[in-house]
């Protein structure tokens, strides 16, 4: 792994040990609250099987990355995915200038994301999507997000008011490496996966590590979830969705990616590619390292 920044953000490149020609890079979005380092073991042993660059930040306001969250008292007219679609499509061409011409570029992301990649497709000329558990709402969700969304009470959002009373202060690191553990969230990391959230997400002051990011600001990029999947993949244009070859790895027993979607997103992306990872939960890609690899090696 190797870190380094670029126009305040904090990015994270993983390269092949072997001397084999680069041909892949892969520029990854992390999951909402997740930071990028997270990611460390799973793409260290990406990088190795396929023989990609791997390149990932730290969103805007989260982890390492200095570029500070735009929290506004009153919610702003724009959609504040916005900030981080910008972002993304900004640092991608700062970086893309940086390394060869002739890399073929893949756009990845997990979650939050996940949408963020696609999204930015619209500025840039990518067309292969890696998806990772993209947040499609079953039917009976929509409409209830739908409603709380056309009366404008987003911050009513179960997960929001969840995030932004999470504890931010731990007496110590292996202080919060124990608790972390015990949560259901985290049940089924590894360890050094654990670890390296850690690291990636708080500051250590002279008594405690305290949460790099407010809270809040993760809890907002849940309240902006578009009330229904299609008002995001509508913003991009028809020629582009007929174009774009999307792939999407949803979790077989994932709560936020409807695993049954495939034939309705098929009518937004018709050279969509639908692959279910057994067993997955949302997280699977910090989970299930191995799986998702292998299932890489299919799709490549």
């Not at 499609?136 to 932004?164: D, G, N």
């Not at 244009?237 to 994932?254: D, M, Y």
């Amino acid at each position: 792994m190797h870190p380094y920044r670029c126009a305040h953000f904090q990015i994270y490149e993983y390269t092949p040990s072997q001397s084999k020609k680069i041909e892949k890079a892969l520029f990854f979005a992390h999951a909402n609250g997740v930071p990028a380092q997270t990611y460390r073991a799973l793409f260290e042993k990406m990088a190795e099987s396929l023989n990609w660059l791997i390149v990932t930040y730290d969103m805007r306001g989260i982890g390492k990355t200095k570029a500070p969250a735009k929290l506004i008292k009153d919610r702003p007219s724009e959609w504040i995915w916005d900030i981080l679609i910008a972002d993304h499509i900004e640092l991608f061409q700062k970086i893309k200038k940086q390394k060869a011409d002739d890399l073929i570029w893949i756009f990845g992301g997990h979650s939050l994301g996940a949408w963020i990649s696609l999204l930015s497709a619209k500025s840039l000329q990518i067309d292969k999507l890696y998806l990772l558990d993209p947040p499609i709402l079953p039917p009976k969700i929509i409409l209830k997000w739908s409603l709380v969304s056309l009366l404008k009470l987003k911050h009513l959002s179960t997960l929001a008011k969840r995030v932004k009373k999470r504890k931010i202060k731990f007496s110590s690191i292996d202080n919060a490496f124990q608790e972390f553990k015990k949560s259901s969230f985290m049940k089924k990391w590894s360890d050094e996966t654990i670890l390296d959230y850690i690291n990636g997400s708080f500051a250590e002051n002279e008594d405690n590590i305290q949460l790099i990011h407010d809270p809040n600001w993760e809890g907002i990029m849940f309240e902006e979830y578009p009330a229904t999947a299609a008002f995001g993949f509508l913003k991009l244009p028809f020629k582009l969705r007929n174009k774009l070859t999307p792939i999407f790895f949803v979790g077989e027993n994932s709560d936020t990616c409807y695993p049954l979607a495939k034939k309705w997103v098929q009518l937004f992306f018709p050279k969509l590619t639908w692959v279910i990872i057994p067993k997955g939960t949302h997280m699977y890609p910090i989970e299930m390292p191995d799986e998702l690899i292998l299932t890489f090696q299919h799709h490549t």
